[in-house]
Nanobody, 125 residues
Framework: LVQLVESGGGSVQAGGSLRLSCAAS????????MGWFRQAPGKEREGVAR??????YYAGSVKGRFTISQDNARRTLYLQMDNLKSDDTAMYYC????????????????????WGQGTQVTVSS
């Protein structure tokens, strides 16, 4: 059973920083494509970033402000979020699937089978 558990969300003022974590278990973590998605109220879930074997991909809206990384020994995925804006307010989800998903030219929700329960990020202006 694949399990993904996010943590680290909270409330922060615009310009501030947060680091999200996602603890993974139940599968071969080092061969998985790992991603972060977010969903704001009334909006569709959108891709934020993904990582596999050190190769990263970012959505344009977060490039230069967010950094995705992973600690394979701890089976943990991270999302460092700096210079946060009110538009970043959303529920953030960790997702995973086979490594080949990270070879796609897009970061799409439909490509990932395994999801965490989400952690809320609220940015006030």
């Amino acid at each position: 059973l694949v399990q993904l558990v996010e943590s680290g969300g909270g409330s922060v003022q615009a310009g501030g920083s947060l680091r999200l974590s996602c603890a993974a278990s139940g599968y071969t973590y080092h061969s998985a494509c790992m991603g972060w998605f977010r969903q704001a109220p009334g909006k569709e879930r959108e891709g934020v970033a993904r990582i596999y074997a050190g190769a990263t991909y970012y959505a344009g809206s977060v490039k230069g402000r967010f950094t995705i990384s992973q600690d394979n020994a701890r089976r943990t995925l991270y999302l460092q979020m700096d210079n946060l804006k009110s538009d970043d307010t959303a529920m953030y989800y960790c997702a995973s699937d086979r490594f080949n998903v990270c070879f796609s030219s897009t970061l799409a929700e439909r490509d990932f089978r395994y999801w965490g329960q989400g952690t809320q990020v609220t940015v006030s202006s």
